[in-house]
């Protein structure tokens, strides 16, 4: 059974910094089969967008507006786990945050469509003065 569990959202004040979690397990072929991993999030009265992914072979990108203040990293020693570091929060950056995976063969990274994809519950995150 493929499970996605979020970890590490909370309520920060504005220009603080926050880091999620996203362990996945139960991946058909993980490690051998090539995964790539992505961020989304949800914000009050809008639709889910992608924040930024890292394809099989560790090329990471990020969408935009995250301005260079979100960093995706992968322990080495925990391949399965991706975490991103959110810095200098905006209230804006205030939603839902999702994991998604799927297989490389899926190439949810390079279209773009996730539908398909296996997904966490979300862990929310909260910006507020």
């Known amino acids: 059974q493929v499970q996605l569990v979020e970890s590490g959202g909370g309520s920060v004040r504005p220009g603080e910094s926050l880091k999620v979690s996203c362990t996945a397990s139960g991946l058909p072929g993980f490690p051998s089969v090539g995964y790539c991993m992505a961020w989304f999030r949800q914000s009050p009265g809008k639709e889910r967008e992608e924040v930024a992914h890292v394809d099989s072979e560790g090329v990471i990108s990020r969408e935009a507006f995250t301005e260079g203040r979100f960093t995706l990293s992968r322990e080495d020693n925990a391949p399965n786990t991706l975490s991103m570091t959110m810095v200098n929060l905006k209230p804006e950056d205030t939603g839902m945050y999702y994991c998604?995976?799927?297989?490389?063969?899926?190439?949810?990274?390079?279209?773009?469509?996730?539908?398909?994809?296996?997904w966490g519950q979300g862990t929310q995150v909260t910006v507020s003065s």
């Open positions: 998604a995976a799927g297989p490389a063969s899926r190439d949810h990274c390079g279209s773009g469509d996730w539908t398909e994809a296996y």
